[in-house]
């Protein structure tokens, strides 16, 4: 958002007597989402499903997806998490946080490399 103030203007007509009213209403700017994800932004692990976890200011709710899967809600929005599957090899995240006027961070890019477990 830039910080600026929106003026709405319009006439509603009153269903009980049938007169119109003027109104104004001014809308106080959404102040942009802002997003971080805990820990390292390349990471290597055995496990087949990992948990990432972050914060956000200002957020309606935080997106995560892995390679061309679609975006999904994680959980909760000023602390939030979200348990991915992981396929073998390079595993690309993306995570964004979007607010209330449909504003989106900046995309937060996590790879992780997921390996065989070594028995």
Known sequence: SDGTTTL?????RHAADNRLEAFLWRLAPV???ALSVEGKTVRKTT???VTL?????NAARV???????PFIVAEGT????HRVR????????LVRAINNAAEV???????????ARRD
């Open 47 to 49: 496990a087949r499903r």
């Open 86 to 93: 992981l396929a073998r090899g390079r595993n690309v995240i």
């Open 105 to 115: 961070s900046p995309l937060a890019r996590v790879v992780i490399h997921q390996s």
């Open 31 to 33: 102040p942009a989402p």
């Open 53 to 57: 976890r972050g914060t956000t200011t």
């Open 63 to 69: 997106e995560v997806k892995r390679g061309r899967d």
């Open 78 to 81: 000023d602390s939030w998490s």
């Open 8 to 12: 709405v203007a319009g006439l509603a």
